[in-house]
């Protein structure tokens, strides 16, 4: 039998200040008990020193279990327990009760609420109990740590995205690239980690061409103390999973970080990937680059003044161009008529990609420029142009040669200029 007592028993609040110290009832001998500490239901894990409960638990009443003490009250005498609650400075009493002798073994652990009004949303509390025994003697438990936790990781920050290996920069997995690096691709969480990265933290991974991925996860990773410490946290991509889906084309690997308590994070920024397991085939040979404004002789000279540029024509195999293509005309400048003894200096590479109006003309045309240091170098002697196609699917080719013969020279003698400034 229980009798509650909502005011804290007269003069109990001094002897609670002394615990070690008793108060002697001199019809009893004073025992001391050992008692055993308080059980918090719902913690996630009992041997936690923390006490983390699960996220939400605020949100209810805590109900917590007394052991039966060592000596309980025989007949006639009462047991005192007082429940404290601890939050900040000083204890907050939730309970004082009173426990008639004998009493039944079978009601203990005796449970108790604290309301959840007195809980925090987040932070450590302490639970701990004291008994008066009936002849006078205070015990005091030890003190029971009780964590809550309403934040996720990472708080309201969005999770960076997940780097790929360094020798993926293009992004691009092939099968080669698995066969080469054990059939996975090793994945990066950005540093510095997310906020309040802690140990025990469970990253769970998505893979989708759907962003956010509509499919659950391909896999998750517990969170280790080193890792928190190094900062280097890495997860894997297995083949089976790049593969799982029988299709190329872009995917997006994302990722949520769960905590301990369980408060989980949205998804994180997205890392593009483009799969390409299937061979790509290969495209034929371009043709090779022609120059329009060339004489029949194949010459340009003095009468196209190629001070402003010399025109090259890139001409497209059938079929096998498509409007966004890439494009990368080299230029090379030489000594002879025959494309020998490369002049330096002369070099050079120029971007462009193909337009609709390309592709309906079915040639792209394109300037050599400027006339320093790309031409005017070359008194009387050649250039060789070639270009490369890249497509957006990975496919690339590369032209043959061009060569143009280029003659700055005048039959009178001397040489050709660009007009001068006035």
Known sequence: MVNDDASTVSGLGLYLEVDADFYLDFNFEPVPMNLGEVEVVGVIDANDPEGLMPAGSHLKDLEVKVPLWPVPAPPGFNDQLVLYFKTGPGDYEVRSMSFPGPLNPGDFPYPLFIEKS???TDGRCEVRYVVKSFNGYFSGSNIRNVTFDSLPPSFDKQLQPLLLPDDLADGRVTEEYLADHGDHVELR?????????????????????????????IDTKTVTAPEIVSGEIRLTLSGDAIRSSGKDGTFYLTYKVRDRAGNETPFSLQTAVDVQLVPIPELPDLPEPEFPDATIYGYINCANEPWNGIRVRLPFPPGEVAVGDEILLSWQGYE?????????????????????????????????????????????????ARYQLKKSNGQSALSYEGLVKITRKLAAGGTCEPPRAI
């Open 118 to 120: 007195a809980l925090p």
């Open 189 to 217: 969480v950005p540093q510095p980690l997310y906020l309040d990265a802690r140990e025990g933290d469970v990253i769970s991974l998505y893979w989708s061409q759907d962003n956010p991925p509509t499919s659950g996860p």
């Open 336 to 384: 002879t008529l025959n494309g020998i003894t490369p002049i330096e200096g002369t070099e050079g590479e120029f971007p462009g990609t193909v337009s609709a109006a390309d592709l309906s003309a079915g040639s792209k045309d394109m300037m050599i420029e400027p006339y320093v240091p790309h031409i005017e170098p070359i008194l009387e002697g050649s250039a060789i």
